[in-house]
């Protein structure tokens, strides 16, 4: 299955796993008010409980990717539940609290979930590589209206060795074009190169550049996320 196709299908998986997870926890906090326990004791239960371990486990999340997060995620959860219980809030204004949070928000889950599994998968090919240093790869996917002017950058390329990718595009082996980037580096065959794509790419760059020359402004190459961040 292509990487874009597979980040929707999880990030898809992961909001309504978190739906269900979070209603399930606020149906569990409303019962133990309903069978008589103290704001003390909730507090205490709500102290004791592994959240991310109750999701994934108790809840039935265990097919979400993104285990360090859904365990900051429980963090946060926990510490708004805390805050709703002692504020002796209902049930629907404790969800509606858990959303405003936004940490909870779904864009930005996306971002999480989109940049945990892209990164994860150009790992795995570099892992794959590792004993083929002058392989040559070339940079796939999209191109369209959401593509970063690096993305861009790299999409006209032809094939590069793990070394020139490094020296040119600083980082990108690991982070592509950044964040939600849904773009990944792949071994160059006639199967993988698509010349329709990369042509596009090169107009795109050109009037980049153009763009820049009529307003009488030097051409800046577009940089990776290492290289904003150095």
Known sequence: MPLPETIDNSVQEFEQSFITAQDSFIDDVEALKEEGLSIEEIMLILAGIDI?????????????SILQYTTDLGSKVRLSLVQGVLNDMPKKRLREMLLRDLSTKPYQIDTIITTSMATYSRSLTLLQLEDKPEEKLIYTGPLDSKTRPVCIRMLKEGGLTQSQIDAKYPGALRDGGGFNCRHQWQSLSPKTQDKEVQQQAKTAYQGMMQKAKKKGKPFKAPKTLEEYYR
């Open 52 to 64: 991310a371990t109750y999701w994934l486990i108790d809840l039935d999340m265990q097919q979400a």
